[in-house]
């Protein structure tokens, strides 16, 4: 049987097992260890070899602009790489609570529930990836099919070699192209992990809603006292479970903010700089050219991870709000002293939805995204008058 982990998380732990990020194995730790360091030395370099190349053309706005809006990508793989990694610790006990008892689906509907949010997510961060993967290729067409007559690198950035020498220019290529595709796939599968994890936050909050409509009504009338308080007994039973599978869930999705939330606020944070510069290099750019058209894929690749997060965060908060709607709709008037405190208590702790916020302060909604893109077109414009 498929466990929730393989369900949601098995796309992402692939490509970051194979990129030596995920929790190695126990077999075998000097190599993984060798080989992640590897992985993230191509990472760390290339950012470093771009503050050097801003450094050398700092003043002049249009090689700055060219080299920063691959700068702010980059090192919001680096950190938020770096940040997955040492919650190592905080992903197993993700993984482990994946696995509990009470989020074991119990019925086909509910196994259909979990699979239909599953195959939700992974559709929108296979489009995702495709996007990204998409980008990285044109970028590293750019050079094969530009008439310059001198070669030079798909990105700006201050490399040690002559470019009119071989195989150093070959090499020097060969270092960017690996490198930008690793970033890419680093990129979109541990933004994945996170938003799997709040996904299926929200399959089980549709799960606890499932369960609060087989509640059953009493009909007093129609059925003898001991059939009558048998289904009262398992009324209750039904409703306790549903309070403790939702305490369950806001401790998942606490303590998936409590180790991601810093990831998230950064990439939002750095979201604003990158579409504005994005949008200065597209204005910039010759429209035929191949770098226009990388250029553009890339501002898409970028606001589809951002509304991913928005839209994700956006899908659990209206998840939460209406299991309390649905609380209400059950037949509670027919439900004895016990089963009616007990849902008071209930729709008044739900009366605050579960919000996941990024740097617990940016709260994952439609909205944020509304206002995220509404500041980077006012830098924008800021900066392209400057530029004029």
């Given amino acids: 049987m498929i466990t929730n982990t393989d369900m949601f998380l098995g796309r992402p732990r692939f490509i970051l097992h194979y990129l030596g990020i995920w929790l190695p194995p126990e077999e075998y730790k000097l190599l993984r260890n060798i080989y992640k360091f590897l992985v993230m030395f191509t990472q760390f370099s290339f950012i470093f070899l771009e503050f050097i190349y801003i450094a050398v053309v700092w003043g002049n706005i249009d090689k700055v602009s060219e080299a920063s809006y691959l700068l702010f990508t980059q090192a919001s793989v680096c950190y938020k790489t770096t940040v997955f990694m040492m919650n190592k610790n905080n992903l197993k006990k993700l993984i482990k609570f994946m696995e509990v008892g009470i989020f074991a689906p119990q019925t086909i509907g509910h196994e259909k529930i979990l699979a239909a949010q599953a195959r939700k997510i992974r559709n929108l961060s296979a489009v995702f990836l495709t996007s990204a993967i998409t980008t990285c290729t044109l970028w590293a067409l750019m050079p094969l099919f530009d008439t310059a007559e001198t070669r030079f690198f798909p990105f700006k950035i201050w490399m040690p070699i ?30 994945s992990s996170t938003l799997s994890m709040i996904m299926f936050g929200c399959a089980e909050l549709e799960i606890i809603i499932d369960k609060i409509q087989k509640i059953r ?19 209750n039973k039904l409703f306790n479970e549903c309070v403790r599978h939702h305490q369950c869930v806001v401790k998942f999705i606490e303590l998936v903010e409590d180790t991601y939330h810093a990831n ?10 990158i579409i504005c510069i994005i949008g200065l290099r597209i204005v910039i750019t010759e429209p035929s050219s191949v770098q226009f058209y990388s250029m553009l894929n890339y501002m898409l690749t970028i606001l589809s991870q951002l509304f991913l997060y928005c839209w ?31 849902l008071i208590i209930a729709m008044e702790r739900m009366k605050r939805p579960i919000i996941f916020k990024a740097g617990r ?27 004029n």
């Fill in 162 to 191: 002559n470019t009119e020498k071989s195989p150093h220019y070959e090499i020097g290529y060969l270092y960017q192209v690996i490198s930008i595709y690793i970033s890419a796939l680093l990129f979109c599968a541990v933004d």
């Fill in 312 to 342: 994700c965060g956006n899908e659990l908060t209206s998840m939460s709000q209406n299991l309390r709607e649905f609380l209400y709709l059950c037949p509670w008037y027919d439900q004895n002293i016990q089963f009616r405190r007990s």
């Fill in 217 to 235: 009504d009493i009909p007093i009338s129609r059925i003898n006292e001991s059939d009558c308080r048998k289904r009262l007994t398992e009324n």
């Fill in 264 to 273: 998230i606020f950064f990439q939002l944070s750095g979201s604003v700089g």
């Fill in 361 to 387: 302060y940016i709260p994952l909604s439609r909205p944020t995204f509304i206002s995220i893109l509404r500041s980077s077109y006012s830098y924008f414009a800021v900066l392209n008058q400057t530029k």
